[in-house]
């Protein structure tokens, strides 16, 4: 069904109302477990019945933020949750655009800071515990089934997971699919994926703990923007998923992250059911992220040289423009898949 399915102009259009959609946004920050072995900075988008004064969160000196209500009250009504997954040195800022369209349509939006793989905690002990990560989602899930304080009542039968490069793989480990060390490795000595493998020491790529089940069955639906590692993920666990999923992928390769050879491996082994591919032609592995200001690539080239990359997108249309048809696709698709619309 989702892999040939067709999103129709009408269809797309309605899915702003589809799970009812919000003037007013909240956002808030908190942390879990502070005196542990891994504690969690998480930030939540959510609706809000409040009309306090919006600031601009998630701001910095390269990219763009977006306007919320800080610590409002969460609206009363239950709603549905997307957790998201930044990539590998990223944080919540990555997504945010993405974050404030979906709680603008009535979900509530939560995104933890990975630890060892965040732009604010890069150890090297903790990112070489890459299966940490999946579970990592699973604790804010924990969190805010928990504490309706925080964003509003979670409809714990509607929970989506989206992640960006190294997120892409974390939120498909988390519906399921299991990762092979030794397939990776092999497939590592073929150089099909250099940039991937690259990694290899630093994610602990070897380490048997990243074959164990990652899957949290309360995650409904996923989607996958442009991810990396994909490859090592056995084809047999991909062939049995069954939790819809969406899997986009960057058409402009910026390097060591082809389509075909990551994005489209899952693509060619999930099922036809339950699994749909995207490719958007002139979008580049960056065009996920964040709206970059306007002298922002040669401000980060100038300060961190080879990765003005980061606010560069591959054709004629501008990165709110890609944006713009990834929150189109990314709406049509979770309303069928966890709204059941």
């Keep these: ?17 589809a799970a009812h959609s919000a003037d007013a946004i909240g956002f808030r920050e908190t942390e879990i477990d502070q005196g542990g072995t891994r504690p969690l900075h998480i930030s939540m988008w959510y609706p809000t019945d409040d009309d306090d004064k919006t600031e601009v969160v998630g701001e910095n000196r390269a990219f763009l933020g977006v306007p919320a209500i800080r610590d409002a009250k969460p609206a009363s009504m239950k709603r549905p949750l997307v957790v998201l997954s930044h990539g590998y040195s990223g944080s919540w800022r990555n997504l945010n655009w993405l974050a404030i369209e979906l709680a603008r349509q009535g979900y509530i939006v939560a995104a ?44 714990a039968g509607r929970i989506a997971a989206i992640g960006h490069s190294l997120g892409g793989w974390t939120v498909t ?40 089940d990652m899957r949290d069955p309360r995650v409904r639906a996923f989607v996958s923007l442009d991810l990396g590692l994909a490859r090592g ?15 986009i992928a960057a058409g402009i390769d910026v390097g060591g992250l082809p389509s075909r050879l990551e994005t489209g491996y899952l693509a060619d082994h999930m099922p036809d059911t339950s699994s749909s591919y995207v490719e958007i ?7 996920f992220m964040g709206l970059c200001k306007r002298d922002a690539a040669a401000l980060i080239e100038k300060e961190e040289p080879g990765n003005g990359v980061a606010c560069k997108d591959g054709g004629v249309r501008n990165r709110e423009a890609i944006h713009r048809e990834v929150a189109y696709r990314v709406s049509g698709f979770l ?3 966890i709204l059941g619309r």
């Design 1 to 17: 069904m989702f892999k040939s399915m067709l999103f129709a102009p009408g269809f797309l259009l309605i899915t702003a109302l």
């Design 112 to 155: 933890p800071d990975h630890p060892g793989t965040t732009t604010f905690n890069m150890d090297p002990v903790q990112s070489e515990s890459l299966w940490e990560r999946p579970h990592d989602l699973s604790r804010v899930i924990d969190l805010l089934e928990g504490d309706s304080t925080l964003a509003g009542k979670i409809d």
């Design 173 to 212: 480990a988390l519906a399921g699919a299991r990762f092979d060390t030794k397939r990776f490795e092999k497939d590592c000595q073929s150089n099909t994926s250099p940039h991937a493998c690259a990694l290899k020491n630093e994610l602990g790529l070897s380490r048997p703990e990243l074959e164990k």
């Design 233 to 247: 993920f056995t084809p047999e666990s991909l062939a049995v998923l069954q939790v819809p999923a969406l899997v």
């Design 281 to 287: 032609p002139d979008a580049m592995h960056f065009s």
């Design 335 to 337: 309303t069928e898949a």
